[in-house]
């Protein structure tokens, strides 16, 4: 029953911006980490950037200073704010919760389906 539904990506120039929307719904007791990953083609999914609950911050090296991820609990979402992209950022951008479906349950990680970046002249 829980879903998570990305947004925002498309294609830009490089040196544009993006930002990337995720939304989780369903049965939903509380939300953990929240993050965001990518797949080029040939490559294998890599971290891009995830905010936790109650920890710290952690970016990829390879967008430090470019990229900006932030959430509102309220609505169960998490954004990724992506600035002087480059051709190297073209991938499929993932997003990931670890969610309580109820007070005593464990986490469980979801994913989202997916949504397309492409930086290209």
């Known amino acids: 029953q829980v879903q998570l539904v990305e947004s925002g990506g498309g294609l830009v120039q490089p040196g544009g911006s993006l930002r990337l929307s995720c939304a989780a719904s369903g049965s939903i007791f509380s939300i953990n980490a929240m993050g965001w990953y990518r797949q080029a083609p040939g490559k294998q999914r890599e971290l891009v950037a995830t905010?936790?609950?109650?920890?710290?911050?952690i970016y990829a090296d390879s967008v430090k200073g470019r990229f900006t991820i932030s959430r509102d609990n309220a609505k169960n979402t998490v954004y990724l704010q992506m600035n002087n992209l480059k051709p190297e950022d073209t991938a499929v951008y993932y997003c990931?919760?670890?969610?309580?479906?109820?007070?005593?349950?464990?986490?469980?990680?979801?994913w989202g389906q997916g949504t397309q970046v492409t930086v290209s002249s």
């Open positions: 905010l936790p609950s109650g920890g710290n911050t």
């Open positions: 990931n919760a670890g969610i309580k479906y109820r007070l005593l349950s464990p986490l469980y990680t979801h």
